[in-house]
């Protein structure tokens, strides 16, 4: 199972104290050899708790480090898990700043030889970038994983300018995280007090992100793009086709001066090691050759590979959840080898020649019920949250076809698409989806991108479409390697709207597309080099702590249309296994459940609600909170209303709620 036999030890809680006295919660894994013989150190930083709801997983990550000649070392932020201090926010400056001293603190320790690295995914993989771009001396290399680098034009929050439903499943995800108390059996009998003070002062993250509904400076904080020359380590970064963040690992390779790799696979938001057999590999020992390279000094010829290792992926049915393809490799980014092919646009076709197409006006104002199906912005690659058959979205949509392929078609980058267009809004989105038909006819969404046209010029300064004006505008979609085979159809699908993937505009409105728009594609010609690229292996694991299963879990996700009284429901249940971890003797559940629906196809009608209930539990002591956020909107405003409700046994200790308005802003 492991590389290497060297044994370790763990060491459950250590104190880091911050230069403001706040006491930072760390465990750590350590080589039994290091007091004597220092090791490098691999740092990951995140608030999701390492005593009890990560603690499975961090156990299968870094243990294996550990066995492999490396101090690992899992910090709770402030204000998580059972650090002291209240967290308030993602990636505020205070976050960073701790960041940097825990990495003076391990670099200073007897048993390190003073060369760090950071590896994160998601929030872990933001601040591993956001700090690799500080003064950290003793950074020597990160290992980003599902990050970005522009947090308003690449997250959770906006695309293109629309705000995604993410943005209320992740705020409610930390609303839930942020509810918890520390354990007392690390923290001692002012548990109580800082559970208190957290359950107070974290506040409600959905009202701070809808504050700010343009690329302000609360979104330039924190996001590298603004300055790629800040970061000086090298950078190995990594996502998943199925995942919301793939596109930063284009523009981390085409920007960054430091030495830097690409991995990209056909997997979602998770680790590739856990990822299932036949796409997942064996990241743990990339991830060790990449520490061993910059952290040991060992010239082990990672430096020399080519930059990005990407899963070209073959045409599958979007009936099932697997993602079949090959191992392709770049050099450099942008590759020479990619040239960029023009197709042009009339009623129902995409013609390689403009000559061939007539002059026709083309009209769409969706229905609600387009976005239905199109699964979960940064998708778990679980069958319930992937991308659904796009035919039952494209009755609402304008549809062109290229005819029957010849040949394959291979792309590799962001296609994008050129459009001439008039709105009879001031304030409207635009959704495009890039299919592969098969010839049975299902239809399977290869990549997409959403615009809100008020955002056509950039967005920092929005401004309101003119109705009944012309304009130009150019839709880039996220990043994709997809082979078309012979055969099947290559379809551009365009809506006006895409719901409940993204929030609707204030009023429902009609784009009227002018004929000769261009979908362009980045084509890839095939490389025999690639049959020739080394094996990656199959997902490896340590050995994870003991814990009990007490009931599964469930994951489901159904589409409802009740005829009567015409409602639309999507509902997602979310329920993680409800466990006992058997070295502390702490039982933890977690159920969520997202409601999204309209009424009547009438915009006012929009909802989204996202429930969760978390527990804690060891002998008498009993923990349990309850969150509920639920987000409407008029045309001219957002409405939040939400409750936190904590129970210590069967005594409720703590209640608040929510009740605001939030103007839009040309959203």
């Known amino acids: 199972m492991y590389d290497s036999n060297t044994t370790f030890r763990e060491i459950e809680n250590e104190w880091i104290t911050m230069s403001d006295g706040c006491k930072l919660a760390a465990k750590i894994w350590l080589p039994e050899s290091a007091d004597e013989k220092p090791v490098p150190a691999v740092l990951e930083y995140i608030p999701y708790r390492k005593r009890d709801f990560k603690a499975i997983r961090d156990s299968k990550i870094h243990r294996y480090f550990a066995q492999n000649g490396y101090a690992a070392i899992r910090v709770d932020m402030r204000g998580s898990g059972d650090s002291e201090g209240v967290l308030e926010d993602e990636y505020l400056p205070q976050e960073l700043n701790d960041g940097i001293e825990i990495i003076e603190w391990i670099a200073a320790q007897p048993w390190c030889t003073g060369n760090v690295g950071m590896i994160g995914i998601s929030w872990g993989g933001f601040n591993a970038l956001q700090i690799a771009a ?103 970064a990594v996502s998943g086709w199925a995942d919301g963040y793939s596109n930063t690992v284009f523009r981390l390779m085409e920007n960054l001066q430091v030495p830097r790799k690409a991995l990209v696979g056909g997997w979602g938001h998770k680790y590739p090691n856990f990822v299932g057999k036949g796409v997942g590999i064996d990241f743990l020992r990339e991830a060790t050759r990449w520490w061993d390279r910059w952290l040991k000094k060992i010239d ?86 992937l991308p659904h058959d796009q035919s039952e979205e494209d ?55 959403l615009l809100n046209l008020a955002h056509r010029d950039g967005n920092e300064n929005p401004s309101v479409l003119e109705v009944g004006n012309t304009y130009r505008i150019w839709i880039k979609m996220n990043y994709v390697a997809q082979n078309f085979p012979a055969g099947n159809k290559i379809r551009l699908s365009i809506s006006t709207s895409y719901w409940p993937f993204a929030w609707p505009s204030p009023e429902p409105a009609a784009l009227t597309i002018k004929s000769k728009g261009k979908l362009i594609l980045p084509v890839r010609p095939k490389n025999k080099e690639d049959d020739k690229l080394p094996d990656i292996g199959e997902p490896v694991l340590s050995e994870p702590i003991r814990s009990t299963l007490l009931e599964p879990a469930k994951r489901e996700w159904t589409v409802q249309h009740n005829l009567a009284t015409n409602e639309v429901k999507q509902q997602i249940i979310n329920n993680d296994a409800f466990l006992r971890l058997d070295d502390i003797n702490l039982e933890i559940g977690k159920e969520t459940t997202e409601v999204y629906s309209y009424l009547n196809n009438n915009y006012n009608t929009v909802r989204g609600e996202v429930e969760s209930t978390r527990s804690l539990a060891r002998g008498d002591w009993k923990i349990e909170t309850l969150t509920r956020t639920v987000l409407t909107s008029t045309p001219t405003h957002f409405q939040i209303r939400a409750i936190l409700d904590a129970y210590e046994g069967d005594t409720r200790i703590f209640s608040k709620s929510w009740d605001d308005l939030i103007p839009r802003d040309m959203m």
Request: glycine residues 6%; negative net charge; proline residues 5%.
């Open 395 to 449: 009755g609402g949509a304008l549809v062109f076809d290229t005819p029957e392929l010849e040949e394959d078609i291979e792309i590799l980058g962001s296609p994008e698409v050129e459009l001439e267009l008039e709105s009879d809004q001031p304030i409207a989105m635009i959704a495009l989806r890039l299919n592969d038909v098969c010839r049975e006819g299902t239809s399977t969404r290869v990549t997409y991108g």
């Open 300 to 385: 082990n010829g990672v430096d020399e590979e080519p930059m990005l290792r990407l899963w070209m992926q073959d045409s599958v049915s979007p009936l099932i959840s697997s993602c079949p393809g090959r191992w392709i490799a770049e050099k450099n980014w942008p590759s020479a080898k990619i040239e960029n092919q023009e197709f042009y646009l009339s009623k129902g076709r995409i013609h390689l020649e403009e000559d061939e197409i007539k002059n026709e006006d083309m009209r769409i104002r969706s229905p609600l019920s387009v976005g239905l199906f199109a699964g979960k912005w940064y998708s778990y690659s679980e069958s319930t949250d």
């Open 134 to 236: 500080k003064d950290t001396p003793h950074l020597k290399a990160i290992i980003t994983v599902s990050s970005s680098d522009d947090r308003y034009a690449d997250d959770v929050h906006y695309m293109g300018g629309c705000l995604l439903t993410d943005n209320l499943s992740w705020a409610s995800t930390m609303f839930s995280y942020n509810s918890l108390p520390p354990d007392p059996a690390i923290v001692g009998d002012k548990w109580k007090k800082m559970w208190l003070d957290r359950l107070e002062g974290s506040g409600l993250w959905l009202r701070k992100w809808l504050q700010h509904q343009r690329r302000d400076e609360y979104w330039k904080h924190a996001s590298v793009a603004e300055n790629y020359e800040a970061i000086s380590c090298p950078v190995f």
